[in-house]
């Protein structure tokens, strides 16, 4: 048996006296795609959050290719470097055009000379669709353009873990789209993802394993077909009616 | 259409308060424009007058608007004041790099960097507690009268000194205020990508939270550029020192006046930019976000 990607053994987090994450444990092996579903307040985030090392863990461990990343000594920036993260919202750098929002983890963190770097960022813009934003500044982009970008910035220091926090849930409907076929061509690719997501439909399509978090715990996880299907806690059932209800599945 | 020409009216008066409402067309912009104008010429023609014809003109004019003694003081005050405009704009970028200096170190997180935040935060607190002249003094006579081998004993050195310690504290504080203006988010993204604290600090938040304070840290020139003089306690022949010692030796103050021109020439034009740039980046702002 190989090393998963990403592995959670155990992981507690409160915040205050809020318990946000309770006892979580998570396999995700390599090339896998996994989709975290639950309501808003469930712990998604702060899960995705947690694996970035953006928050500290209370209990636990985090490993990622079976090393401990929440050790204590552990270099959290270049643990940040190997994965990529994307969040709801866009979080572009606004005084930055597109290019140098791209371009400036490569040239600033891994020492890529600027040339090279910017060459790799038209091939990725290129590759997405966004050649003729190149030098564009963020507030002249659709919501749809600014995640993309966002989207590629997060792969410009090829990492080989991507983290996706509801990257569509702040975008008009008619730009959901193109967002999720990113994330359908990095699968392609064979990119691991761990992706929060209200979108049901898609978590069904690309996901290899989806869990169910409630109150901070992943109730239930297993193959798309399962969890969608043949749901087996009542939270979960209760969860999938609410959003079968809302038409969103 | 009735409470159109009713307003008109009464715009069509002496008018001394400007137009009642904001000016909607072009017309009414220039006509606002024309008021404006009128009105502040009326103003000034009265108060003139009034000065002018008081009975206590003829000694002010001889005490301050003497053309004499102007003529007589200005190239001494001149003088001074082209070290005042080289004490500010020397103190003033040693002010700006080191004030950011503090802020930054003021804005690191993590226990960690506990001590270097202390150090800030006291730093700042005791300068910003102490009076500028005390400072001044404290510096200026205190430190070359310790006669300490290698420091330097010259007066102008350390009351710039003491210039630059106490503007920074202040500075550092405006620049802290537009650091905590920028969105964590942004904080978060910069640390997602690898970035450490400090490549997040000077590359993606502190050239935004500058772009925030620059209305703050441009009032901050004026009033540096008037407290250069402060030096003057300290003996050293600026402007004002000039001014002074001209008065002293012939009990006429028009010297002052002459001083107060030339710092009027530089401080104006600079808080007219200011209020300028202030109001084009809001209107930016609202467009941006409409
Ligand atoms: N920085 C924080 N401080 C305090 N509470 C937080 C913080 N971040 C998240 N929470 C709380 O943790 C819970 C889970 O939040 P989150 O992880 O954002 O859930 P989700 O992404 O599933 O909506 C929520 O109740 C939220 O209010
Ligand atoms: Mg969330």
């Known amino acids: 048996m190989t090393t998963p990607k990403l592995e959670l053994r155990g992981v507690w987090k409160a915040f205050g006296d809020k318990e946000v994450l309770r006892d979580v444990g998570l396999v995700v092996d390599h090339h896998d795609v996994v989709c975290m579903i639950g309501s808003s307040g469930s712990g998604k985030s702060t899960l995705l959050k947690c694996v970035n090392l953006l928050v500290p863990i209370d209990d636990g461990t985090i490993l990622l290719d079976g090393a401990d990343i929440t050790a204590s000594g552990v270099n959290q920036n270049r643990v940040r470097e190997a994965m990529g993260i994307v969040f709801q919202s866009f979080n572009l750098f606004p005084h930055m055009n597109v290019l140098d929002n791209i371009t400036l983890s490569p040239r600033k963190v891994h020492g890529v000379p600027r040339a090279d770097a910017e060459e790799k960022a038209k091939g990725l813009l290129e590759r997405f669709g966004l050649s003729e934003k190149v030098v564009e500044y963020p507030d002249r982009l659709s919501g749809g353009e600014q995640q993309r970008v966002a989207v590629i910035r997060a792969l410009a220091t090829e990492p080989d873990l991507m983290l996706f926090d509801e990257v569509t849930s702040a975008l008009d409907p008619e730009l959901v789209a193109e967002v999720l076929d990113v994330i359908r061509g990095l699968k392609d690719v064979g990119m691991t993802m761990v992706i929060a997501t209200h979108e049901m439909g898609f978590a069904r399509d690309v996901a290899d394993q989806v869990c169910f978090l409630d109150q901070g715990r992943i109730l239930e996880h297993g193959p798309p077909k399962q969890i969608f299907s043949t749901p087996q806690e009542p939270r979960t059932q209760q969860f999938l009616q609410r959003i079968i209800d809302a038409g969103r599945l | ?290």
């Not at chain 2, 069509?12 to 409402?21: Q, T």
């Not at chain 2, 005042?84 to 690191?108: Q, Y």
């Not at chain 2, 935060?121 to 510096?139: A, E, S």
């Not at chain 2, 590359?203 to 500058?210: E, G, H, L, R, S």
């Open chain 2, 1 to 290: 259409m009735n409470d159109r020409s009713s307003l008109d009216e009464f715009d069509g008066g002496p008018g001394l308060l400007g137009p009642p409402h904001a000016p909607r067309g072009r017309e009414e912009g220039t006509r606002a424009a024309l008021i404006a104008f009128a009105s502040t010429v009326i103003f000034i023609v009265v108060a003139l007058w009034a000065i002018l014809t008081s009975n206590a003109w003829p000694a002010v004019q001889k005490q301050f608007f003497n053309w004499d003694h102007f003529v007589a003081v200005f190239p001494e005050v001149l003088g001074g004041f082209w070290l005042d405009i080289k004490m500010f704009l020397f103190a003033e970028v040693v002010i700006l790099a080191f004030s950011l200096m503090i802020a930054m170190i003021r804005s690191l997180r993590g226990p960690a960097f506990f001590p270097l935040r202390a150090l800030a935060i006291i730093f700042i607190d005791l300068i910003r507690g102490i009076p500028v002249i005390l400072l001044i003094l404290l510096l200026g006579f205190g430190v070359p009268a310790l006669q300490l081998p290698g420091v330097p004993k010259s007066a102008l050195f350390w009351g710039l000194t003491a210039l630059i310690i106490s503007y920074s504290a202040y500075t550092a504080e405006v620049y802290r205020a537009g650091i905590e203006s920028v969105h964590e988010s942004q904080r978060m993204s910069a640390r997602s990508l690898g970035l450490t604290q400090g490549q997040a600090l000077r590359y993606v938040i502190v050239p935004q939270a500058i772009r925030n304070v620059i209305p703050a840290l441009l009032n901050g020139f004026v009033s540096l550029q008037k407290d250069v003089a402060l030096v003057l306690i300290l003996g050293i022949r600026e402007a004002v020192r000039e001014a002074d010692i001209y008065a002293a030796s012939t009990f006429n103050y028009t010297g002052y006046i002459a001083a107060a021109l030339l710092f009027l020439l530089v401080s104006v034009p600079v808080a007219r930019f200011t209020d300028w740039y202030t109001d084009r980046d809001r209107r930016k702002k609202q467009s941006v976000s409409t």
